[in-house]
């Protein structure tokens, strides 16, 4: 595997998953897909979770069929997760309904109220896709999406938190560090919640990823 393919294509499936967050959005990221995404970036994509539905986005932008400003619903991303292709509109029951609603409503964005979510009956069915899950559900109250769009940032927050402190204790690869520098917007993003801590983590995530360059 080339290191600089790699560091490409884990780049722009950051962009893919962060566009909601990119001043410009489809606009901003577009061109980069169809500038930078060459043969090998696509056979690289295509072995990646997810990776399949930005080769579709890619296709649909060169032939023409999507505007460069815009993007076939089917596969947008939602919350920096993508909706996974075999995963239909998600239907709860209303005790379902009710656990959620309790849990959304009452949820406090640290490390106890996640632990709290998490042990939810209607989260630990859907066992690792759990966040797909939920969000295609939400679909049908949509006046609950702000509440979960918190807990779905505390969640990215602590995971980033434990992933980032794993690979500084443990720095084993080159694609470890490609894979840093593709996510970077992402610490960025989510690191600085965890104040003096996190902004100290994050420079070391720099230090780590600088010797690609």
């Not at 399949?52 to 069929?65: A, F, T, Y």
């Not at 106890?112 to 759990?130: I, N, Q, T």
């Amino acid at each position: 595997m080339n290191a600089k393919t790699s560091t490409i294509a884990l780049k722009l499936l950051n962009l893919y998953r962060q566009e909601h967050v990119i001043v410009g959005g489809w606009t901003t990221v577009n061109p980069i897909f169809v500038n930078e995404a060459t043969d090998d970036v696509i056979k690289e994509l295509r072995d990646m979770p997810t990776g399949k539905l930005l080769v579709r986005h890619i296709e649909n932008l060169r032939s023409g069929k999507t505007p460069m400003d815009s993007i076939d619903p089917e596969l947008l991303p939602y919350g920096g997760m993508m909706i996974a292709e075999d995963i239909a509109t998600i239907k709860l029951t209303a005790n379902q309904w009710q656990e959620l609603e309790d849990a959304l409503n009452s949820f406090t964005p640290d490390q106890m109220g996640l632990e709290r979510f998490m042990k939810l009956d209607v989260v630990r069915e859907f066992g690792e896709e759990w966040q797909n899950a939920i969000r295609s559900a939400l679909n049908a109250r949509p006046q609950l999406l702000d509440r979960w769009n918190i807990v779905n940032q505390t969640y990215n927050a602590y995971r980033l938190w434990d992933t980032a402190n794993e690979i500084i204790a443990n720095p084993i690869s080159e694609r470890s560090r490609a894979q840093v520098q593709a996510d970077m917007p992402e610490y960025e993003t989510y690191l600085p919640m965890f104040g003096d801590a996190g902004t100290e983590l994050l420079t070391k995530l720099r230090t780590f990823v600088s010797s690609l360059n």
